[in-house]
């Protein structure tokens, strides 16, 4: 049943494409700070 609704009506599909959207950009949000904190470590030596 809840299947059904979250793959066949308008608000359902709508809703997975925004639960898919945000899980994209909490990983590109993790992978774009681990890069800027690594580059900062990088460029003041480390600890």
Known sequence: M???VLLGTDVGLLSLAVIVGVILMSGYFAW???K???EESRTKGGL
């Open 2 to 4: 809840a299947w059904q």
């Open 32 to 34: 774009y700070f681990n």
């Open 36 to 38: 800027k904190v690594n």
